[in-house]
């Protein structure tokens, strides 16, 4: 009896998803757990692996096709061998040679397959050196390396009487990632929907990083993860959002919707673009809790391995583009937040300080926000709260 592979329960947030890639074909017997195909959302790519040992009997969506939640998308038959197909699909196995069978091309990840399918590049031409010969993106890297390399080094000299290289003007028209599509929409939505407007600051960061340099040591050896800058402002932006309720709300129509929790989300740069995994119920974390969940979320993110809810909701959003040197931006909305933080690169300035120069350790931040919502006054006034939490962090502490 054949059992049906359905598309997995999506979210309110995510309304259909995209077959992006078959990795087994009608006849192909396959393992209990083993990939079947990725369902690409506007948020991640899900993975969905056979229920059993059997055969994947019928694909009914293929690459390329919108599906919906729970929707068909092919037949599965338990304890089958396979039809005339699997004898030939082994057959161009074996003829391509053992590299094909070693380099995992089964178990890899969407990072791997995005970087393949960019430059063209078949499974079989890259060797893996990660566990059981799985081909990582360092993989795909080095070979890209070496291939744009070996030309230079094996070109024989022309003659003089040859007529002049023709310049290389090739193009190469990629369709845009469902991510990345989304995203798109996404900012030119906020841009178009919201009156947004940017108000900036400075901050002093001396007192953090003296704080951070005393005890970053025994931090770590406490907690096992690194004490980073991002805590001090997730937590200083929590208590901001506290004193301006406004900040932390959204619109709904013609209706505003206060929260009355905290969720922060934190954009992270990934191989398919920008996500904004959210970290829930901030105000509950302590330092240590808010920079390991972070650092699960950036290596979850490079490895698209982040859940649709781990990606869903949140009510504030802290952007850091100083990690890309970025000196300062003005950061887009993440709808339907209302107002988003941006930090920036961190570089010594002159500073008038009590009459004297001095050289400080400065960073310009941002503020994006919704003025439907937010007034000047109150978006001024929450920038001004952070910035004084941050150049005083003791006050983080004592919450005062």
């Given at each position: 009896?054949?059992?049906q592979i ?38 991640i ?8 040992d ?135 939505e ?25 005890y970053k ?38 209706d ?8 922060v ?136």
């Amino acid at each position: 009896m054949a059992t049906q592979i359905k598309a997995p329960q999506f979210p309110e947030a995510v309304a259909d998803g995209t077959v992006a890639t078959w990795h087994k074909q009608p006849g192909e017997a396959v393992s209990r757990d083993e990939l079947l195909v990725d369902i690409e959302t506007d948020k991640i790519v899900l993975e969905i692996v056979a229920p059993a040992d059997g055969t994947l009997t019928e694909i009914i969506k293929g690459e390329g096709e919108t599906i919906e939640s729970q929707e068909l998308i092919a037949l599965f038959e338990e304890g089958a061998k396979g039809t005339a197909a699997a004898p030939a699909v082994a057959e161009a196995v074996s003829e391509s040679g053992s590299a094909a069978a070693t380099t995992g091309g089964d178990s890899l990840g969407p990072a791997v397959r995005k970087m393949l399918s960019e430059n063209n590049l078949d499974v079989a031409q890259v060797t893996g050196t990660g566990k059981n010969g799985r081909i990582t993106k360092e993989d795909v890297t080095n070979y890209l390396k070496k291939s744009a390399v070996a030309p230079a080094v094996s070109v024989s000299p022309q003659p003089v009487a040859s007529p002049a290289p023709v310049m290389d003007r090739e193009e190469r028209r990629v369709p845009m990632t469902r991510l990345r599509a989304r995203v798109a929409e996404r900012l030119v939505e906020a841009q178009q929907t919201a009156a947004m407007l940017t108000t900036f600051n400075e901050v002093n960061m001396k007192p953090v990083m003296e704080m951070r340099k005393r005890y970053k040591d025994a931090f770590e050896k406490a907690h096992g993860t690194r004490l980073g800058f991002m805590s001090f402002f997730v937590k200083a932006a929590v208590e901001s959002l506290k004193k301006f309720p406004s900040v932390n709300a959204s619109i709904d129509g013609t209706d505003i919707v206060y929260h009355g929790y905290y969720d922060v989300g934190v954009a992270v740069s990934s191989d398919r673009g920008l996500v904004v995994p959210v970290m829930k119920d901030v105000d509950q974390k302590n330092f240590a809790e808010i920079e390991s969940q972070i650092v699960a979320y950036g290596k979850k993110a490079q490895e698209g391995k982040l859940s649709l809810d781990e990606m869903s909701g949140g009510t504030f959003t802290i952007s850091n583009g100083g990690v890309f040197g970025s000196l300062i931006s003005t950061p887009i909305l993440n709808p339907p937040q209302t107002a988003i933080l941006g930090m920036h690169k961190i570089q010594e300035r002159p500073m008038a300080v009590n009459g004297q120069v001095e050289i400080l350790p400065m960073m310009y931040l941002a503020l994006s926000y919704d003025h439907r919502m937010i007034d000047g006054k109150e978006a001024v006034q929450f920038l001004v709260a952070i910035k004084e939490l941050i150049e005083d962090p003791s006050r983080l502490l004592l919450d005062i």
